[in-house]
């Protein structure tokens, strides 16, 4: 939402499966989330299922910011495929 924040994320991977997320310390801190991987033939899909937090947000907020959050996340890794 146009403001750096660092965050300590802690990443369990289980391949070919997909990861866990533990978010220790930052404004997320508590949020828990599992990301699955769907294989789509020569594509792969990704489901997010976690219980967020966000300080200082209601529900609708802490929504809106992980989902752009998610987002970014998306595009980038989208763009550093691509230039693999």
Known sequence: MGK???MKIK???????????????GPTAGSK???????????TGVTVVGDFRLEGADE??????????LQVVFEEDNSNLKKS
């Open 11 to 25: 990443n369990t991977l289980y391949p070919p499966f997909g990861l866990v997320q533990e978010h220790l310390e």
């Open 4 to 6: 750096t924040v660092r």
């Open 33 to 43: 989330a599992f990301l699955y991987y769907i294989p789509k033939g020569d594509k």
């Open 60 to 69: 609708q907020r802490t929504k809106e910011a992980i989902l752009a959050q």
